[in-house]
């Protein structure tokens, strides 16, 4: 199915720019249009359909479902809804506020915020292309695990005591108010109105992430066409220790979405770059950001901001560090 | 005078979202006042968890993305 792409590929490097077969630039010019009209087309076609199947589900009716549930579901529920529910990061504060005030315990939300970046549907959809889907599962597995886990240490620390006094005041009086709180009328659609919000969900999204796919997959392209093959394993191979924590630091202050990092990942892996030093790098890239830290300033205070950043920096150090370990075995 | 807020924390889509909200309301000849609300708690205290969104005269009447301009024509009729 994909061998179309991989002959486009073929003709536009070897036949219109007549760049000689097995050169290092035609090697990466190559992989680059390879793999850019892939995702492209991958993108609009998986996007639009993606967004016709769940065009009813929305963070409101989200809120409503998690709002008075059981904590030890909550938080596995939060983290596998943020994997499927659609909203732009610059929704992320009225998200958290809509949550915190509908009395849903800061981990569960934050469980809710943290899986959202790591997973998506296109980040799925890259994977299973790029990286086949063992690797897909594994990272999904992963990524919620972390939304779970930091949620459940968040709560456990009793993270609301940090919230600046509107929100904490918020969730105190969600709290007090009693029976449920009063859902929002479920929206039933018509064909027409989900073919409306499929198109401007595609375009949408992909007027966001294209040029993080040509960011992605042009470093991507550089590492595979002038990284020499074993450069990486020769250095970085033995999963040592320290290259773990190390990834996560270079990840934190690169920002890039799940669609840039994927294509990166697909070639450091293929470098010889260890699969627990890569996903650690990735997730510190896609869900550690400065400019998301300072958004959620917006509802915290400092403090909670430190521990959240340290508790991300903790968790993607010790992914990396149990599959480097685990790697020789599977 | 008809006032109408526009909700979000500032980002591109909620520029955008006031634009054409202008250029309508001028198109129309509708007298309005045009608010940008960035405070994280205003916007709580309207129930709006997806921005940009759009409240007019205090009733929200949209959430969640950009509108088409056939939605404003409609609002501000």
């Known amino acids: 199915m994909f061998v179309i792409f991989t002959r486009l590929a073929d003709w536009l490097t070897y036949t219109l720019f007549s760049l000689p077969a097995g050169s290092k630039l035609a090697d990466a010019v190559h992989f680059f249009i390879e793999d850019v009209t892939k995702i492209y087309a991958l993108l609009l076609a998986m996007i639009y359909l993606i967004a016709l199947a769940r065009a009813s589900l929305n963070v409101e009716r989200v809120r409503d479902f998690l709002a008075g549930r059981a904590r030890g579901v909550g938080y596995l529920l939060a983290s596998g809804f943020g994997a499927i529910t659609p909203f732009c990061s610059c929704s992320s504060i009225p998200v958290f506020l809509g949550f915190t005030s509908a009395g849903i315990p800061v981990g569960i939300t934050m469980a809710f915020l943290m899986t959202s970046p790591l997973i998506n549907e296109v980040a799925v959809l890259l994977l299973l292309s790029l990286l086949g889907w063992k690797f897909t599962l594994l990272y999904v597995v992963v990524g919620m695990g972390v939304g779970i886990l930091a949620g459940l240490f968040l709560d456990a620390i009793k993270a609301e005591r940090w919230l600046l006094s509107f929100a904490a005041q918020a969730l105190a009086e969600a709290r007090q108010r009693s029976g449920q709180p009063q859902a929002s009328e479920p929206e039933v659609l018509t064909l027409q109105q989900r073919h409306q919000f499929a198109k401007d969900e595609t375009i949408d999204i992909f007027s966001r992430v294209w040029k993080w796919v040509i960011i992605g997959v042009g470093l991507g392209a550089a590492l595979h066409g002038f990284v020499p093959a074993g450069w990486l394993e020769d250095h970085l191979g033995n999963g040592q220790w320290w290259s773990v924590p190390a990834a996560v630091l270079l990840g934190i202050p690169l920002y890039s979405n799940a669609t840039g990092v994927i294509p990166v990942m697909e070639s450091l892996i293929t470098k010889g770059l260890p699969v627990g030093t890569t996903l650690a790098f990735c997730m510190s890239t896609v869900a550690a950001s400065f400019p998301e830290f300072i958004l959620l300033k917006q509802v915290m205070q400092w403090r909670l901001l430190a521990i959240l950043f340290a508790l991300l920096l903790f968790a993607f150090t010790l992914v990396g560090w149990i599959f480097n370990a685990f790697t020789p075995f599977l | ?77």
């Open chain 2, 1 to 77: 005078m008809r006032e109408i807020k526009v909700l979000g924390s500032g980002c591109t889509k909620c520029v955008k979202t006031a634009e054409i909200i202008t250029t309508v309301a001028n198109k129309l000849g509708v007298d309005a006042q045009i608010i940008k609300e960035t405070s994280p708690q205003a916007i709580m205290s309207y129930g709006v968890m997806r921005t940009p969104a759009v409240v007019i005269d205090e009733k929200l009447v949209h959430s969640g993305s950009i509108p088409h301009e056939q939605q404003v024509v409609e609002w501000l009729q």
